[in-house]
């Protein structure tokens, strides 16, 4: 039988299960591997443990030596609590994988991987360097909505070159990565304190992605991937998105689009292109986040419930692809 699907707790969600505001609560929270199998099971069967091998619902036996496993009362077959998730088949104790989420949440600017082997006090940067990668994998909702289709307002989409420069080439050569960007502009409610600023528009939510090239073919497929049908979408006037009004979208091309790419500058210090498209994720994680930077633990859990990670070998090797926005091409 198939496993219960996960609550995929997200920001504009009731509070299903509590989430630490502080780095005191988080300890009170999360003192141990027990309490962070006792919140997954929360979060896997809100409504009680049901047995994914015979569908029966009940208490099920806890092992004390084995805190991410349950075995059910009837069959006697046991559950991984971690299965179907960005750590299954880790050897890493639970308590380090939340401690590695909240991290991951609650820092606004990011970290290194050597930086997190330090705060997670793990002993190889390796270790470091794939939980990080596990949990971007699990920042990206299966099956994400699109962007857009409310009503008065827009979606602004941009792409630009994202890397640094590289020495001793040649003249004109580079390896700069292009990426493409489209970003909902609402506007906040006459009165606020804020509404006077930037004419009270602001930004919503984001959607970032590893373009092949500024084809129509790239730039409009990303487009139909990450922006709802019928949306009003404000580029400038390169030839690449004159389809889109073919493509059912209200198209406004200008000279000059609103600058998109003052947040990006500075997210490709080193990173190969091979896995900009993760250090994407996490900036479009965060800033979506931006106004729930707790909250959005709670949310990285939830989404990281049902997701696939890449394991070591594979990151290395080429053979992961990380996720992006539905229908987006890379």
């Not at 994400?144 to 289709?149: E, K, P, T, V």
Request: charged share 20%; hydrophobic share 35%; proline share 5%.
């Amino acid at each position: 039988m198939n496993a219960p699907t996960p609550i995929l707790m997200d920001v504009d969600q009731p509070a299903a299960l509590p989430f630490p505001q502080s780095l005191p609560e988080f300890q009170r929270l999360f003192p141990d591997d027990a309490a962070c199998a006792e919140y997954l099971e929360k979060a896997r069967w809100g409504d009680g443990f049901v047995c994914p091998h015979c569908g029966v619902t009940c208490e099920p036996f806890r092992i004390a030596t084995r805190p991410g496993v349950l075995a059910c009362r009837k069959c006697r077959r046991q559950t991984g609590l971690t299965v179907g998730t960005v750590m299954e088949r880790s050897h890493t104790p639970l308590s380090i994988w939340f401690w590695a989420a909240y991290l991951v949440a609650s820092q606004t600017p990011g970290m290194s991987a050597v930086q997190f082997q330090r705060q997670l006090g793990v002993s190889r940067y390796e270790t470091a360097f794939q939980i990080l990668h596990k949990l971007r994998a699990g920042m990206v909702r299966p099956n994400q909505d699109r962007i857009g289709g409310r009503t008065n307002e827009h979606v602004e989409v941009d792409e630009t070159w994202v890397g640094g420069r590289t020495r001793g080439e040649g003249r004109g050569v580079h390896h700069k990565v292009l990426v493409a960007c489209a970003v909902e502009v609402r506007h906040r409610k006459p009165g606020t304190a804020q509404d006077k600023r930037r004419d009270g528009r602001y930004a919503g939510r984001v959607r970032l992605a590893v373009a092949a090239d500024r084809s129509a073919k790239s730039l409009c497929g990303f487009v139909d991937g990450a922006v709802a049908s019928g949306t009003l979408v404000v580029t400038d006037d390169w030839s690449g998105y004159a389809s889109l009004r073919k493509r059912g979208y209200d198209h406004h091309a200008i000279a000059e689009c609103g600058d998109l790419k003052t947040g990006l500058i500075g997210i490709h210090h080193g990173v190969s292109a091979q896995h900009l498209q993760a250090y994407l994720n996490e900036f479009t994680f965060r800033f979506n986040r931006r106004f729930y930077p707790f909250n959005a633990f709670r949310s990285l859990l939830g989404i990281a419930g049902d997701a696939k990670a890449p394991t070591y070998a594979e990151l290395y090797s080429g053979d992961w692809t990380h996720p992006t926005c539905s229908g987006c091409m890379g």
